[in-house]
């Protein structure tokens, strides 16, 4: 890791050393470095104050420099390693946590800390160590509900294998949406689904919830999404996983409107429709595509249990449809979050 340093003359290390850590100053996870001269370079924090270095005693040779030093990680987060090199009002503002894709890592910080960003990705690649790729940025937003990144560390590579249940799933950090959150979600969903189902996976993504199905049922999915990037990185998992999956998997490149519009009434025995802040808006659409019996599972963000049974029986016909269940998913916000609201058709 590069940090600034102080340089002294050999013997006179272990007294410069003292001094800087009754000072707080030495980055105690890094070890000093001995340079080619002879000389030793001692790692420091880069806010150290160099004044204090004139208070060593005069006879040490003593000078600021920059070196990559050898720096330990057992036990450490990714801020305490950050601790002393960044200023604490800004370590405040990093979130402690962050998602890892496959090999690359992806963490939400405010903009006008991006400037910050290299330092953030070499720690957080000296704790995850299969971590080859650090972007940071935002939340979702657009159509394809995809994060806007910039990369900050690492190989510049955006695609990636997410392993979610020991299924391979290719994902494009850039131009695809993806949670690693959710993969207890799949699995639920693909757990509820029986053997010989047609089941419709709108705004699949990258297909997560279709392949967990077809790995652990004898069952068609239709999985929608109008994002070729997505679709894309379906077809690559289905190729990975082809020896895992009992059922089929079919990807649509298409408008979940337009497919809508062409399938049958009452075909599917299930629909999955993880789009939170538009998915209601279809749900009427979706209704009549569905058999008598069959079931659709539609997520959406909200405050509470009571006011997601209401959004969703203001969307169906209350003599067609009940509200089987509603689960909160996810936080998304201060006091809201996604649900999942399962509901029957019963006529
Ligand atoms: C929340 S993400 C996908 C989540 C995915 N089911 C998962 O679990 O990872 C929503 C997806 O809906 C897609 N999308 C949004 N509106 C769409 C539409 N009208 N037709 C087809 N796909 C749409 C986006 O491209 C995006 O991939």
Do not use: W
């Not at 880069?46 to 204090?52: G, T, Y």
């Not at 601790?83 to 903009?111: C, F, H, K, M, Q």
């Not at 972007?135 to 159509?143: I, K």
């Not at 003599?319 to 999942?340: E, G, H, I, N, Q």
């Amino acid at each position: 890791m590069r940090l600034p340093c102080v340089r002294v003359s050999a013997k006179d290390v272990e007294e410069v050393l003292e001094f800087l850590k009754s000072r707080g100053a030495y980055v105690r996870n890094c070890k000093v470095k001995k340079l080619s001269d002879g000389s030793v370079a001692i790692p420091v924090k880069e806010d150290l104050d160099m004044s204090l270095i004139k208070e060593l005693p005069a006879v040490l040779v003593s000078e600021s420099c920059y070196e990559d030093f050898v720096c330990g990680t057992l036990g450490l987060s990714f801020k305490d390693l950050l601790t002393g090199l960044i200023p604490e009002g800004v370590l405040r503002r990093i979130p402690s946590s962050y998602d890892v894709i496959g090999d690359i890592a992806v963490i939400n910080i405010p903009e006008d800390l991006l400037e910050y960003g290299r330092l953030i990705g070499e720690a957080i690649s000296r704790v995850s160590r299969n971590v080859r790729a650090v972007y940071a940025g935002s939340y979702v937003s657009g159509e394809y509900r995809v994060r806007e990144l910039k990369h900050v560390f690492g190989d510049p590579v955006s695609k990636t294998v997410h392993k979610e249940y020991g299924l391979r799933i290719s994902v494009d950090v850039l131009r695809t949406y993806y949670n690693p959150s959710l993969a207890e979600e799949h699995r639920r969903i693909a757990e509820l689904v029986n053997d010989g189902e047609l089941v419709a996976d709108l705004f699949c993504g990258v297909g997560p919830f279709s392949l967990h199905i077809a790995s652990l049922r004898n069952a068609t999915s239709y999985a929608v999404d109008f994002n070729p990037d997505a679709i894309k990185c379906l077809i690559e998992s289905i190729g990975m996983n082809r020896r895992k999956l009992k059922g089929r998997v079919v990807p649509v490149l298409c408008d979940v409107r337009d497919f809508l519009r062409i399938v049958s009434d009452d075909v599917f025995d299930r629909v999955v429709m993880n789009l939170p802040l538009e998915a209601l808006e279809y749900v009427p659409a979706v209704s009549n595509k569905l058999r008598v019996g069959g079931v659709i599972h539609v997520y959406l963000v909200s405050y509470s249990v009571e006011e997601v049974k209401h959004l969703v029986s203001n969307a169906v016909n209350p003599s067609a449809f009940s509200v089987v269940s509603v689960k909160r998913v996810l936080d998304y916000a201060p006091r809201k979050y996604v649900f999942r609201a399962d509901l029957r058709r019963n006529a």
